[in-house]
């Protein structure tokens, strides 16, 4: 089975402007996601893409493979999905440049359910939500799925509402997916015909397209304390995670 894992990258962010490049504990913030899945011995091939010159030039000069996509996608899954277009593969792993916590044995996870499921299309993962304040936080997507795992919903709001019980774990979306080739070209004729899905578009998380046309998409619990950079605020908690962790291995 060839596997491509592709970060999708871009400059442009409404609510943290060029955050691919911010500042890591010296390194570009893409760095340390590429470093991370490079470990991976799953991955055939891995590459950035992107629409920016700036983003391209410094994974050139960090060592990085990047590719050059166009400048009207609308996700990063449809980013990927020109990546496919000029590299075939069995299974693409789209991991989001903004988590640069995380680590090889989590992006994993998100890979090994296709060994033993060829009906699977489409994989995604979730870990405990620990803080309280992740729960009300509109920045990090709360999974909902049935008994088996599957997909039931994904909301920026806190859900389920605690009414009847607060006896229950919430869970937020961890963002490494996997793809087949039929699923991913699903998603991108779809954007290219109707634009993002009703609930996709409500809640800006593309994984919505998939679940909203009837896609069963396997989550894939993970003990993972991963941080996704979506605020200024989130870059100072990451490094100074970061910097604790570079400090230890000394």
């Known amino acids: 089975m060839k596997i491509i894992a592709v970060i999708p990258a871009r400059y442009e962010s409404s609510r943290f402007q060029g955050k691919p490049l ?34 391209y030039d410094a994974c050139m000069s960090n060592g990085m493979k990047c590719i050059m996509t166009s400048t009207s996608h609308r996700t990063g899954t449809d980013r990927i999905g020109e990546v496919a277009e000029k590299i075939p593969a069995d299974l693409y792993i789209n991991i989001q440049g903004d988590e640069p916590l995380m680590e090889p044995e989590v992006m994993k996870k998100a890979i090994e359910p296709f060994f033993c499921n060829p009906e699977l299309q489409v994989s995604n993962l979730m870990t405990r939500i620990t803080d309280p304040v992740d729960v009300v936080n509109f920045t990090v997507p709360k999974v909902i799925t049935n008994k088996e795992g599957i997909g039931v919903y994904l909301t920026r709001s806190t859900a389920p509402y605690p009414k009847g019980s607060i006896n229950y774990h919430y869970y937020k979306q961890v963002c490494v997916y996997g793809f087949t080739p039929s699923a991913l070209n699903f998603y991108c004729n779809y954007g290219k015909k109707y634009g993002k899905a009703k609930i996709e578009a409500i809640e800006d998380i593309e994984i919505l397209r998939f679940i ?12 993972s304390d991963t941080v996704a950079v979506d605020t200024p605020n989130d870059l100072k908690k990451v490094n100074d995670i970061m910097a604790a962790k570079l400090q230890k291995q000394k």
């Open 22 to 55: 911010a500042d890591i504990c010296g390194k570009p913030m893409i760095w340390w996601v590429y470093k991370h899945a490079s470990e991976v011995e799953y991955f055939n091939e891995l590459y950035v893409a992107t629409d920016d010159q700036r983003i």
């Open 212 to 223: 909203e046309n009837g896609y069963k998409v396997q989550f894939i619990e993970v003990d």
